[in-house]
């Protein structure tokens, strides 16, 4: 008889691994089939993330969840429309003959704006830092890198369409029906671990879409500054440069310095615009100094706060990855995996499965 | 001889939100809800199935929510000093758990099913989601729980007085 059970349990424990082998199985063969789906997947999520409030808070007001979504969706494509139909082109037709005329005249050598005088001794020998680095050089290359990243940003357009329009349509359904989704795969979890996992899932939820929102807030509230700032001294695509500075403002230590990249560049290689260089750096150092004491204090979670070693390894690593998009989920990915090891950590705990 | 044709009509096509809302209208708890209310309900439940003798929470351990006894039996146990004290044996319609809605603290007694099981599962996640997405109906929610549970404590007042004065009763006897 007791044969039999011991049979029987065997039988139960690998039909039980079978059952989630292949669910594995096909969560492995559907990630690596919809290769092309997972970015517009992830942009949903973190779209998911960042709107479900507005929508459950309209929906608690009475308005159903399909029409809030709707709407918010026509704003959002009417403001991205704005930004390709009125800013990308003339950007486009300044930056191209820009580029063109920088590339050129640093093949011949001509960049005098970069000669700077600053005798910084640094070594014994007495030569000064621009004879090493060699300003001319520097500026060479950064202008061949930024050709070449304009040039693959081009490259990227034909995939950029696919997603501009995969992606409303899954941010869409994920709006609308995620929760019911994330109910249907909760039900696959065994009886002993389904109420923790309900909790966790419940909890690591919360933190994400409260991280996120704090994430916008700051990028907001830095990209009105900016804006405001630029448009004060009457500084070329104010609104354009300014998102740009809220964005980068996400990746800690470096975004700072990412974000103003840009704007330093039209300074310096614009003469129409380096007189403007003092203002720009004010302004971004006064966004800078609103960011720390008022706004990442009040918004930005103490939870979610990493060690800034594993930080700068991380968004150092993600970086050297995936680039510039690399860097800037590296911290939203690192900060989830921290909230998820902390509350995984105390539930185990206390739902006394360790 | 069938006929399949008159057997479509008459067939009693229950669907399993509205099974769930049937079950939901017989019980103690949610029955005096409105019927939009226990089909809001009904999305946010969890039907889950139990083996014979298979524990469905223990005691000490962090809740989540309360059941409710779809089909099946339930014994519901405490320990304490190594013995086990059956406090009840709850049948279809009976729930239990409800206190863990509003915190996560740890069970006061170990619920293992006494034959095989389904059970609707309430949990916190799904009671603040329906309170922040949708207000009145969360409202009515709460109000239904929280009439359950004064009513509950209520009856466990009247007997802590009963046995208060039962024991007051014995002393005086004993004294006299």
């Not at chain 1, 380096?274 to 706004?295: E, K, T």
């Amino acid at each position: 008889m007791s044969v039999n059970n011991q049979h029987l349990n065997k039988t139960d424990l690998i039909l039980k691994f079978a059952f989630y082998f292949l669910i594995l199985l096909t969560a492995a063969m559907f990630i690596y089939g919809i290769n092309m789906l997972v970015i517009p997947i992830v942009i949903s999520l973190i779209n998911y993330y960042l709107f479900s409030s507005l929508v459950d808070y309209f929906e608690s007001i009475g308005v159903k969840r399909v029409y809030t979504i709707t709407v918010m969706f026509l704003v959002i494509s009417l403001v991205v429309f704005f930004i390709v139909y009125i800013f990308i082109p003339p950007l486009v037709s300044q930056l191209h003959p820009l580029l063109t005329e920088w590339t050129n005249s640093s093949d011949e050598n001509r960049f005098k704006f970069l000669n700077l005088n600053i005798a910084i001794k640094i070594n014994e020998r007495g030569l000064n830092w621009n004879e090493i680095i060699k300003p001319a050089d520097l500026v060479q290359k950064m202008v061949y890198y930024l050709k070449d990243t304009v040039k693959a940003i081009i490259a990227f357009i034909p995939n950029l369409i696919t997603y501009a329009l995969i992606t409303p349509v899954i941010s869409f359904i994920f709006l609308l029906n995620l929760d019911k989704f994330k109910k249907s795969l909760i039900e696959f979890i065994p009886n002993r671990f389904f109420e923790m996992t309900l909790m966790i899932t419940w909890q690591i939820d919360k933190q994400i879409t409260n991280y996120f929102k704090s994430l916008a807030i700051q990028a907001g509230i830095m990209s009105s500054i900016v804006a405001i700032g630029l448009l004060m001294i009457g500084f070329i695509y104010p609104f354009v440069l300014a998102i740009i500075v809220g964005m980068a403002n996400s990746i800690p230590y470096l975004g700072p310095i990412i974000g103003a990249i840009p704007l330093v560049l039209i300074c310096l290689l614009n003469p129409e615009y380096s007189s403007m260089l003092p203002f720009v750096i004010g302004i971004i150092l006064f966004a800078q100094i609103i960011d720390n004491i008022l706004v990442q204090p009040a918004f930005i979670a103490k939870s979610v706060s990493l060690n800034p070693v594993f930080l700068i390894g991380g968004v150092v690593v993600a970086g050297n990855l995936f680039g510039i998009a690399g860097m800037l989920f590296a911290v939203p990915f690192m900060s989830i995996l921290k909230v998820t090891m902390e509350i995984l950590y105390r539930s185990l705990r206390k739902y006394k499965i360790i | 001889m069938e006929f399949p044709l008159w057997k479509t009509i008459l067939k009693n096509n229950v669907t399993p939100e509205q099974e769930i809302v049937n079950f939901l209208k017989e019980t103690a708890l949610f029955g005096k809800l409105k019927g939009r209310t226990l089909r809001e309900i009904t999305n946010l439940v969890h039907k889950r199935n139990y083996a014979t003798n298979e524990v469905i929470f223990e005691q000490g351990q962090a809740g989540a929510g309360l059941y409710f006894i779809m089909n099946g039996k339930v014994n519901i146990i405490t320990r304490s000093d190594g013995q086990d004290l059956k406090l009840a044996e709850l049948a279809k319609y009976s729930f239990f758990g409800e206190l863990s809605l509003f915190d996560v603290q740890p069970r006061g007694a170990t619920a293992i099913a006494v034959e095989d099981c389904t059970l609707l599962g309430f949990f916190q996640p799904e009671l603040r989601t329906i309170i922040e997405q949708k207000p009145k109906v969360g409202v009515e929610i709460v109000m239904a729980i929280a009439r359950v549970i004064a009513d509950r404590l209520n009856s466990t007042n009247q007997v802590l007085e009963k046995a208060y004065i039962r024991s007051k009763r014995t002393r005086k006897d004993v004294s006299e």
